[in-house]
């Protein structure tokens, strides 16, 4: 492959760096060296054969005056970046080989790396595949986001709770960023507006405050090419100049206070997930990597161009979900006001320049800012929203003469209580493309919450269903499956990963069978092995691995799952001597810190768990834990020494899912509702390949329409009712038997919104067939392999390809 570096990558050359590295960048003796040392003398290495790659990359787009995408989210989780650099530079053997020399497993070094957690969960995560993607592909693309000092928090479990750290990921440096010392921007905020007297002078933004916005590149490889992209990501800086004001008035206090005030923007990221943080930080969290992003594009731009007229011919900007929304006003104000553009000729290169990806259907998670907030933190941006918004709605009007409930459902205004902005609609305006992340959540967008807007315009609505890297997930998490994949069907599934159904044939073959479960096998000791270390529990990798790993989340109960569980367990000790399935319960997911409800599941599940896991009279048939800290390194070790993937949302909540994905790919079987990508994987897969479960979206929402009474349920259901009556009563919790009351309350009471109660019959009976199945490995196997096999699609280059062509009009190396 990469001929460029092939005389870099000599070994004794390789070695001969990272020694070189290990005294010239780290300052240790080379003899002297820990893993973690070695770690970071070989991402150097990496480093500067990555810089390489990326002077060259932007060298040829300047040249070739290329059309860039620029991908703007508010998140990226990234996990660990030296494994996948090394696959990319074709390095990992050279690297394997220089950590031998020091007594040291690549495999140890590489776990040293901290994750850059910069993100939640899948949005945050789809986020990262793509900049995998859009590198191998060799689009000419910027991820831009929010160099946060605090990622995402570490999660620790103690007394069966929820314990959050800090997570300062950069604190000790990362050996993967560059600081672009020049590129800095101004953020401005708060004060109010002018509107001179003369309507050809711009209205004059008389902000309050100020913070600079400087640039941290990371080089993001592509596969299989030279090309590489680039995240970048913004950190917040006081202006220097009213620091030294207060600094040299002696009143350091408040010069420490004014730094903090505005430093304190790119600080930490948000923990929560599918529910908007009404914060004012967020807010200006928002606009400040917005504002900054945008700048930085104009100003690129304009460099090369000279002119602003053909922006939309050599820009695209894709809004990762609503958070960069406020992007449309801010390029509408840096047009009008800055660069003096007519308001319509400004608005045609903005609508053409805008595309947006929506994540969610549920209408807490619909991201709105009070009118009032956005008026004191972008007063002008209030007025730019406000014209948009007039503007739109004359020309809505004319589609429906008199209907007013139409305009006030378009509105980018809730003006149905206290005043609010909605950032969907604005991002929906904005943009002439608009796309869900799986085809029935795409559907059931312009069905429900986009309706009135696709009755405008239905050719701005489109599916481009999610996708995963397979260099991380299957290459790099699983590298026991890819030696047997490149072995069986050659190693292009790496970079083209429909070659998988090529492995369709090999499931009739008995000795690739035992081959395929060997390897399972091998993964699922690696896991217990992590399990043992992380939470001292001893699990036996001969028993069934069920897993539901994501955030926890009442839509994607894991509650439901605990309730399988108790019933499993009532149904072996009424029963003890059958012939049971052994298997082991694998749960990991952080919980939002302010998020009650789903603390307390994470701990219900750590009770059941201390329960049923010393239980003698189960003799260990039955295992219950709770893997904690989940993240992309967590994920990499349990998605291949999956059996069972638990993918069991309320029909027509969860957009897509992609931990659905990662595990199929990876020879799970799903256990899954009729929702979001589990349909389109169980299409691919074959319906006797998946195991699918449950009320349909229709029949969810015909379930509550009827007045659904989860009570009837509990009353009618001996066996629910007895799962119910022990967590409630205590069973789990002996210490605190009124623990779990107001849990189970919520279902009985409380209305059980996500119909957990109504689903459990035929989830229990799901998972019957799927102990029945397991008795039989080769059954099993012939599954497994299927399912490897139909996960071709479910590339994020395939996603990315769409992308490009459906929405950026980019040309693709494919
Ligand atoms: C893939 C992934 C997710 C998304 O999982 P879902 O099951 O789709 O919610 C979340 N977190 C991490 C670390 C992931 O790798």
Known sequence: ???????????????????????????????????????????????????????????????????????????????????????????????????????????????????????????????????????TLGLPSFGYGIRYEYGMFAQAIAGGRQVEHPDPWVEDGTPWEFPRQAVAYPVRFGGWVEHPESPAAAPVWRHAGQVSAKAYDMVIPGHGTQRVSTLRLWKAVAPAQIDLH?????????????????????????????????????????????????????????????????????????LNDTHPAIGV????????????????????????????????????????????????????????????NHEFLVMAA??????????????????SGERRVRMAHLAVVGSHKINGVSALHSKLLVETIFADFAALWPERFINITNGVTPRRWLAQANPGLAGLLDRTIGSDWRLHLEQLSRLAPHAEDAAFRQEFLAVKRANKVRLA??????????????????????????YKRQLLNVLQIVARYQAMLADPEADWVPRTAIFAGKAASSYAMAKNIIRLINDVGAVVNHDPRLGGRLKVVFVPNYGVSVAEVIMPGADVSEQISTAGTEASGTGNMKLAMNGALTVGTDDGANIEIRENVGDDNVFIFGLKTPEV???????????????????????????????????????????VDSLLWGGDHYLLLADFDAYCEAQAKVDALYRDRDAWARKAIANVAGMGTFSSDRTIAEYAREVWKLPTDR
Request: proline letters at 4%; a negative charge; aromatic letters at 8%.
């Open 329 to 388: 006003a801010e390029l509408m104000r840096l047009l009008v006001d800055e660069q003096r553009l007519p308001w319509a000729e400004a608005w045609a290169i903005t609508q053409q320049v805008f595309s947006y990806t929506n994540h969610t259907l549920m209408p807490e998670a619909l991201e709105t800012w009070p009118v009032s907030l956005i008026q004191h933190v972008l007063p002008r941006h209030l007025e730019i929203i406000f014209r948009i």
């Open 246 to 318: 207060a600094f040299n008035s002696g009143d350091y206090q408040r010069a420490a206070e004014y730094k903090n005030q505005f430093e304190n923007i790119s600080w930490v990221l948000y923990p929560n997930d599918s529910t908007p943080a009404g914060r004012e930080l967020r807010l200006r969290q928002e606009y400040f990597f917005t504002s900054a992003s945008i700048q930085d594009i104009v100003a690129r731009h304009l460099a090369e161009h000279g002119r602003l007229d053909n922006l939309a011919e050599q820009v695209a900007i894709h």
């Open 398 to 415: 004319k589609a429906r003469p008199g209907d007013d409930a139409f305009l006030r459902r378009l509105s980018l205004i809730d003006e």
């Open 701 to 743: 929402e015909a379930t509550r329409a009827a007045g659904y009474q989860p009570l009837r349920i509990y009353e009618s259901n001996t066996k629910l009712k007895a799962v119910l009556d022990a967590i409630a009563g205590g069973s789990f919790s002996p210490d605190e038997p009124a623990r779990y009351r107001g849990l």
């Open 1 to 135: 492959m990469n001929t460029s570096t092939a005389a870099l990558t000599a070994p004794d050359r390789f070695e001969a760096q990272v020694d070189r590295h290990l005294l010239s960048t780290v300052g240790v003796a080379p003899a002297d060296a820990s893993q973690s040392d070695i770690m970071h003398a070989v991402a150097q290495v990496a480093r500067e054969a990555l810089s390489r790659r990326w002077v060259a990359s932007d060298a040829t787009d300047r040249k070739a005056r290329a059309r860039r995408v620029c991908y703007l989210s508010m998140e990226f989780l990234i996990g660990r970046t030296l494994g996948n650099a090394l696959a990319a530079l074709d390095m990992q053997g050279d690297a394997a080989a220089a950590a031998r020399q020091h007594a040291a497993s690549f495999e140890d070094v590489a776990s040293t790396e901290l994750d850059a957690a910069l993100g939640n969960g899948g949005l945050g995560r789809l986020a990262a595949c793509f900049l995998d993607s859009m590198a």
């Open 529 to 554: 092995d992590h399990i043992r270390t992380a939470t001292r529990i001893v699990v036996d990798p001969d028993s069934l691995f069920d897993v539901q790993v994501k955030r926890i989340h009442e």
